[in-house]
């Protein structure tokens, strides 16, 4: 199913919104601080959250310059500024709830993990000349696992009305994401059977890009751990894996997309305990563990423009 | 073929004063704009033994754009020598690029060296141009005022005299101050105070540097970044004035030299040529000695050819940029509000002021005021498509009406003053035949017309401007009516060659 790229741009731009919209000292927070169990698990998992959205809005700045058309382009800009507001208002709700360390009025950003810290130097260094057809598959997946697994798990668990509220302004947004992902993921299945496998073979050969999935693979096995550990029911991540492989494949352009094959299955993989792919991509966990912090580039400057302020 | 009607329209349009043709004197020439185009036309027309010339002007005084562009930090991105008419030479120039003060005092020297004054209505606004074929003459109705009558009509109003604030979301709810960047507010002060801009063009990144001195904060919006390449300025020694001053031919010759090294840029930045990839490469040379953050560098690197936008000549906007108290923001604006404007990243940045520099309503689409050629035609609903002209200076169906930057006469690489003088001569020679007195009105063909706009859209289909890029040389459509696709030497050949057999002599 085709869709309307400049009907679906004239929507995002008129369903913005901004921090400002939430009213951030409304009563609730309580719900979390005067709870130590849950207090503790969340403040781990919003880190994560953020930092996943975070890396997430940095893809879709890559994307936007190579996106085949200025109306796709924009849109990806937009992502790109919507999901940096995603990670905003998550910081914002973790410093509602007193899970920022530092200066009450000048907090400092959680540390992200090992993996995270891999995957945005991948991104900052090569997301930029990977073509579309690699992070124009990818999101979609990552954006069903936040959208079908994740929020979902957070708003199970708290009860705080002003995280409701925040989460309903982006689960808006994350559907028009998802929309435009599974578009996208269609389109870069026409053409020539043939020519997209060569296409696909030769990107996977490309020696940025088996970086980019050596940086990938052990931060969403870390992911699925730490997400497990805080309680979250694997049956949630099948079912979003399962939801990416139906959407992605309703048609037959969606199903042609070599990527979107190679995804469905990885994705299917990492819900599997059983499967031996776990065996080296745990390991490689357990390694990035040891990988030596010195190696690791200066931290890039977009990441400094997180912030949990309403205004500046 | 069109036909053409040699009656006075009358009726189906507004009411307006109109006054005893007996009692009204037609002068040969009215120029509309006192700018470097209209004061330019009076000069040579003058030199060219017309001297009926009348000069309708909005403003109180000369100036045109370089009038009203006196933001801080504005100036010409073309060397002063270049800038200005070949037949009025200034040897005093300042600096290589000079201010647009200086500019200013320049065309107000032009007026007063060469006794334009008296020419001049100043306040005098023009409200619409009505042709009567019948009697060939042209009514120029005016604000408030008795029209005017002439044999011939030069629009020299300039093609970004109009300034506005743009269409935004939310615009009319900000409390704070808003400056347009053609319509400065010197009486703002700036000291002390958070100032956004909307806007990376030409006029901002002159602004930028400027403001970024004295205001607390700057916070920059940028939409689209362009190509930035390194302005050689510097300071004009005495020796040199005194050269030119006692050896004008010296200055012509710096004169040549200048128009020689910009002709040839015409190689990389209208066309994609070797010469592009050169240009380029030292704009990213120079973006990677002045921006030293990969992240910022990014934010700042054009995604579209050199020369399909214009391209931003300045050694100074980078390091501003770097400076503590600016910012510079990518994320697109959603709305402005209340106290500042909101960005899509959900932030709300609060701000004392904002400048748009968001430049001007170029008539790409129309006329500024409402044109009617012969029967009443409506030059406004001919160019709904897309401005179309012959030679850039006449349209077919409105005879004795002349343009100064009409339809594709713009330069994306020499002065535009270089462009201009072949137009100016162009509409000095025609005017110059109609005033023999033997014809009631030249009207360039309709055949002609069409078959030069068949060929300069081919040709501007090759060129950078047409690569894919938006801007204000385009319309919302994609359709270039604004520039000449080729060398400035080509457009002076086209402006120099009058053909008699394109037009109706009547």
Redesign the interface.
Known sequence: MQLDTVKMLAKIKNTQWALADIDWDAPGAELVTGDPELYAKLKVFMADLMWIEHVGARAFAAMAKKAPDDTLAEIYRYFHAEEQRHANVEMALMKRWGMLEGDADNPILPEPNINLRLVIDWLDTYSDEMPLEVLGSVIPSLEIALDGALCKFLLDTVQDPVCHAAFEKINEDEARHLGIGFHVLEVMGHGKLHQLLVKAAGNLLNPKLIIGIAAYLPLLNRMRDNLVKLGLKEERLYEAMNKYKRIGGRTEQGRRNPWFQIISHQSAMVVDRKSLYHVPVDALVRLTDHYPRRWLKATPTWVKGLTWKTAA | MTQYFDKAPTAGRRSRKSADPAAVKVVEVLIVGAGFAGLGSAIQLRRAGITDIAIVERGSEVGGTWRDNQYPGAACDIPSNLYSFSFAQNPGWSRGYSGSREILEYIKGLARDHDLLPLIRFQHNVEALDFDGGEGIWTVTLSGREPIKARSVVMAQGPLSNAGFPNMRGIESFQGKKIHSARWDHSYDFAGKRVAVIGTGASAVQIIPELVKVADKVKVFQRTPGWVLPRFDFQSPDWAKTLFAKLPVSQTAVREAMYWIHESMALGMIWNTPMTRALELLGNRFREMQVK????R?QLTP?FKIGCKRVLMTNDYYPALQQPNCELIS??I??ISE??I?????????VDCIVFATGFEVSKNGTPFPVHGLGGRDLNAEWSGGAQAYKSVQVSGYPNLYFTFGPNSGPGHNSALVYMESQIDYIVRAIGKRATGEFKYIDVRADAQKAFNTDIQKRLAKTNWNSGC?SWYLSADGFNSTMFPGFATQFARQMADFRERDYRLV
């Open positions: 953050d990969a992240w910022l990014r995604d994320w697109p959603a709305s106290k500042g909101r960005s899509v990243e959900g932030l709300e940045h609060q938006k």
